[in-house]
């Protein structure tokens, strides 16, 4: 079975996705913050349950521009997007990562790009549209 994991700070942003991808096949696991992420893929992948990760750029759980810009700007504590798929690189040089964020043409997105990710999609994208560019990447 295909294994995706989704790394977003949003639970809705977890529950809608998984609804649809595992309609398709796919075993979804979650994290909310980047540290858990990056704890939970280290698991998966030295147990040989390898996923492909869904990585949000903020993952700050912050309501407020004032928390979200410390967190982009790397000076807060929580690992943001870009230093999670950092250290899921460290992990595994091949991880499998896509960024799925509202932040795509921002410099944050570039700095997420320059990680090394496979893509990055627009938030924009519908769930399901989404689901199903995963499912073909993952079968592909």
Known sequence: MNKVLIVDDE?????ILAVYMKRMGIDVSSALTG?????????????GKEPMVVMD????GSKS???VNLHMEGNDKKMDGVRATRAIFKINPDAK????????????????KDTGVKKIVK???????????????LEG
Not at 36 to 45: A, P, R, T
Not at 129 to 134: I, K, L, R, S, Y
Request: net charge negative; aromatic share 16%.
């Open 11 to 15: 639970e809705d942003i977890h529950d």
């Open 35 to 47: 540290e858990d992420g990056v704890k939970l893929y280290k698991k998966m992948f030295e147990n």
């Open 57 to 60: 750029l903020n993952l700050s």
């Open 65 to 67: 521009m004032d928390g």
């Open 97 to 112: 990562i896509w960024g799925y964020t509202a932040w795509n043409d921002t410099v944050w997105a570039e700095k997420l």
């Open 123 to 137: 938030r924009l994208v519908p769930f399901k549209e989404f689901a199903e560019m995963v499912k073909d990447f």
